[in-house]
């Protein structure tokens, strides 16, 4: 794991600033303090889906400061009225943005002269997750992508669910990953884990970090509780504004 030079800032929730050497990656913005970013380095903003926990249109404001700022969204995301308000103001929001779909490859051109592969997979929410290929280094963004399980539902159901996010999951099988964000939300209970398990089965993360807990960071020690095994690979989070140097 040595060598990577990344520095990743918890800010909320599902939302993370990855900084490399040369650009950032800010995943999910929903709530919290953006840190304040470098003018030399590129930007790009991705958002997973619509819901209001991983979707938050004050990232636009970004352009203000930052007019090279790229965003890369997910195809449910409405925009229509964000480009008209930004229109108004003489703002041409609409070249800044790329629309995603779900399984997909696309290639970004950044604007400090360097590629970067974004590949996305079907939520088995709504939306996309996102896995990007960028200077040798790869991250994963899950988004809403995870086993949803919820204990009033079927057997039917979960098994169903279970099915459609090894599906997507096995798409990365044995894939090292450098970076991962991975849903771990308290809310599902006893099932809570399921869907970071199957996702350290079946791929090679270096490093993991656990998202959309709500606050409820004990989860995570829990999980490592059950699984000593993955404690070289997964972060602790214990407050908004962390900052993990790896």
């Known amino acids: 794991m040595g060598g990577l030079a990344l520095t990743v800032t918890y800010i909320g929730h599902s939302g993370f600033l990855l ?7 800010l995943f999910d913005y929903f709530e919290g303090t953006i840190p304040e970013l470098k003018n030399n380095k590129s930007i790009i903003v991705f958002s997973s889906h619509r819901h209001h926990d991983h979707f ?3 990232i636009f404001e970004l352009i203000k400061i930052y007019p090279d700022i790229h965003y890369v969204l997910s195809y449910d995301i409405p925009l229509k009225r964000h480009l008209k308000k930004y229109e108004g103001q003489g703002i041409d929001l609409a070249k800044n943005i790329l629309i995603t779909k779900k399984n997909i490859e696309t290639m970004l051109k950044l604007p400090n002269g360097k590629d970067l592969k974004i590949s996305t997979f079907r939520s088995t929410d709504e939306g996309v997750a996102f896995l990007l ?24 159901y979960r098994n169903n669910m279970i099915q459609l996010y090894i599906r997507e999951i096995q798409k990365m099988d044995n894939l090292k990953i450098d970076v991962a964000f991975v849903p771990l ?5 006893e ?7 199957i996702f ?6 270096q490093i993991v970090f656990p998202m959309h807990c709500w606050g409820k960071y004990d989860i995570i020690s829990s999980f490592l509780n059950k699984h000593p095994e ?7 989070i214990n407050n908004e504004g962390q900052i993990f140097n790896v």
């Open 230 to 236: 993955y404690k070289e690979k997964i972060r602790m």
């Open 133 to 156: 290929e960028y200077d040798n280094k790869v991250y994963y963004h899950a988004g809403d992508l995870n086993c949803w399980y919820w204990k009033e539902e079927p057997k039917s």
């Open 56 to 58: 938050n249109p004050e």
């Open 185 to 189: 939300d308290p809310r599902l209970e």
């Open 191 to 197: 099932t809570a884990y399921e869907g970071l398990e």
């Open 19 to 25: 900084e490399t050497e040369d650009a950032y990656f």
């Open 200 to 205: 350290m089965e079946h791929t090679n993360p």
